[in-house]
């Protein structure tokens, strides 16, 4: 071949590959269909399901936006589609047999979904859509034949929405659509998981991320998926994912390791662990004609609330050195010049004096002394703050018995006292020590709950 057909030949070959579109260029499709017309909304559809798994025999269409792929393996068997582009209400998933789906079914696809001949069901808070499978005589969505895929589920010609993820945070998923695409920011994975990777081999795994506020959600991943054995990321920045819900608990579901960007610094610790001397006891209640009626009162005496995270009430029962049982005060803050109060029985507390006491306990708790205990109330670093009685004492006889009584702090004590100091206290009872008032008292008229006055 001489020089000037060499030429010829190179620049024949470049005008052909310059004819040749590549993914950046709106081809029409040759896999589409446009003829379909959707006749039934997601929620309309989901109106159909009651309580069992039935076959939709009407010649229904729906039409969504495709928001999975199966290209890394973390979501396999399933095509989820979402009913706008973007902020949408409700997504549902297709339980399919088709390996490498998202060659056929790319993210953002425009979609038709022939419903004749399907199946539709719940498993938990998912709704779906599949052929079916049979266990113990119960019908269930199961994977609908690759040969049967293409005649149910079709790309729209038209596909020049722009899929956008729902941006949103895990205190607001209440408002989100179920099985749709979200976007979070400001995320990271929790402390006690950092190390670890992404699913332990051919396990499905949790994980957990978190905010900067302490809320918490599960990242669930394929011990099969590509990234599988790849470590978590130790930084914080956005997830995007599949949003859906089990077990009660919302999960995040990725579709690649693209899904997550934590870039940034983590969040800054929060210290939710305080100690103070300014929450004390301040009332401890058996009354003598209601057992029922029984509580214990705390107290915040301070100018600011204080965060109860990993505080304990103990009792030692009469004369035991060994504790008997114990509260976990953590989840309340006790605001300033505020009380705390606790009940073993709430339903008869507020029989007996009106309203809901602030906790609800069990039987046999600190709140449920007969009068002959002894308390302690204990930061969350096992130091003793304040206590009522002599641990290794039964109460009964003592100066610090109330039983059939009360032991009310008075007014002027401005903290907490490790030591039982008996001139702090105002006690009622049947048989205590001298200094003590014999007088039993009677719910509810003999006990303030909640009432410093």
């Known amino acids: 071949m001489n020089i000037y057909n060499m030429i010829m030949s190179f620049c024949m070959l470049m005008l052909l590959v310059s004819c040749v579109k590549g993914p950046d260029f709106d081809a029409p499709r040759q896999d589409c269909n446009d003829n379909l017309i959707a006749n039934i909304s997601f929620q309309e559809l989901e109106a159909l399901f009651e309580e069992e798994t039935i076959q939709i025999?009407?010649?229904?269409?729906?039409?969504?936006?495709?928001?999975?792929?199966?290209?890394?393996?973390?979501?396999?068997?399933?095509?989820?589609?979402?009913?706008?582009?973007?902020?949408?209400?409700?997504?549902?998933?297709?339980?399919?047999?088709?390996r490498e789906s998202h060659l056929r079914y790319k993210i953002g696809d425009k979609v038709f979904v022939k419903l004749k001949g399907l199946y539709l069901g719940k498993s938990d808070e998912t709704l779906k859509l599949g052929g079916s499978f049979t266990s113990f005589g119960n019908v269930s969505v199961g994977r609908l034949p690759a040969h049967k895929v293409g005649q149910h589920i079709f790309s729209a010609c038209d596909n020049k929405e722009v899929l956008q993820a729902t941006e949103t945070s895990i205190s607001e998923l209440d408002n989100v659509g179920l099985n749709t695409l979200i976007r979070l920011v400001d995320i990271e994975v929790v402390d006690a998981e950092l190390g670890e990777t992404f699913a332990i081999g051919k396990e499905e795994t949790e994980?957990?991320?978190?905010?900067?506020?302490?809320?918490?959600?599960?990242?669930?991943?394929?011990?099969?998926?590509?990234?599988?054995?790849?470590?978590?990321?130790?930084?914080?920045?956005?997830v995007t994912g599949i949003l859906q819900r089990g077990g009660g608990q919302y999960q995040?579901?990725?579709?690649?390791?693209?899904?997550?960007?934590?870039s940034n610094e983590r969040c800054p610790e929060i210290i939710t662990e305080f100690t103070s001397d300014q929450i004390l006891i301040s009332e401890l209640a058996d009354p003598d004609n209601n057992s029922g009626a029984r509580f214990i009162e705390l107290y915040n005496v301070g100018q600011v609330p204080l965060d109860l995270n990993k505080w304990t009430l103990r009792r030692y029962t009469n004369e035991k050195t060994e504790i008997s049982s114990s509260i976990d005060l953590s989840g309340f803050i006790l605001e300033s010049k505020s009380t705390l109060v606790i009940s073993p029985n709430a339903i008869e507390f507020e029989l007996v004096y009106g309203f809901t006491p602030d906790m609800g306990v069990s039987t046999n708790s600190p709140?449920?002394?007969?009068?002959?205990?002894?308390?302690?109330?204990?930061?969350?670093?096992?130091?003793?703050?304040?206590?009522?009685?002599?641990?290794?004492?039964?109460?009964?006889g003592t100066n610090h018995e109330f039983e059939d009584g009360r032991a009310i702090r008075k007014s002027e004590v401005a903290e907490a006292n490790?030591?039982?100091?008996?001139?702090?206290?105002?006690?009622?009872?049947?048989?205590?020590?001298?200094?003590?008032?014999?007088?039993?008292?009677?719910?509810?008229?003999?006990?303030?709950?909640?009432?410093?006055?």
């Open 57 to 98: 025999q009407e010649d229904l269409v729906i039409e969504g936006y495709v928001i999975s792929s199966d290209k890394s393996r973390n979501l396999y068997g399933v095509l989820v589609v979402q009913d706008k582009p973007m902020n949408p209400s409700f997504g549902i998933h297709f339980e399919i047999d088709l």
């Open 252 to 262: 995040i579901i990725i579709r690649d390791m693209d899904d997550i960007n934590f």
């Open 367 to 396: 709140a449920d002394s007969n009068g002959d205990d002894n308390l302690e109330l204990v930061d969350p670093f096992g130091v003793i703050i304040d206590v009522f009685g002599v641990v290794g004492e039964d109460g009964s």
């Open 207 to 238: 994980r957990i991320l978190k905010d900067c506020s302490e809320n918490e959600i599960i990242l669930l991943n394929s011990g099969f998926s590509d990234f599988q054995d790849e470590r978590l990321p130790d930084g914080n920045g956005s």
């Open 418 to 453: 490790p030591t039982y100091t008996f001139s702090e206290w105002i006690i009622f009872n049947d048989t205590g020590e001298s200094g003590t008032t014999k007088q039993p008292q009677n719910a509810p008229e003999g006990f303030t709950p909640g009432n410093l006055d």
